[in-house]
């Protein structure tokens, strides 16, 4: 579905996500390719996607 999106040029934010750490949703959201992302955590969200 990510592909689908991108294919058609369709971004894929994600909001409130405030929970970083292995395994976490933050983690999965940034494996997935996620371009954007809102959270109230913005140092533990830098640490999936940094």
């Known amino acids: 579905m990510i592909d689908d999106l991108r294919a058609s040029r369709v971004s ?3 909001w409130t996500v405030n929970a970083p ?3 976490s949703l933050t983690d ?3 494996q997935l390719g996620a371009e954007g992302l809102i ?3 913005p140092a533990g969200v830098l640490r999936s996607f940094g």
Do not use: E, N
């Open 39 to 41: 959270t109230d955590d």
């Open 28 to 30: 999965y959201m940034a």
């Open 12 to 14: 894929f934010p994600v």
């Open 21 to 23: 750490g292995p395994s």
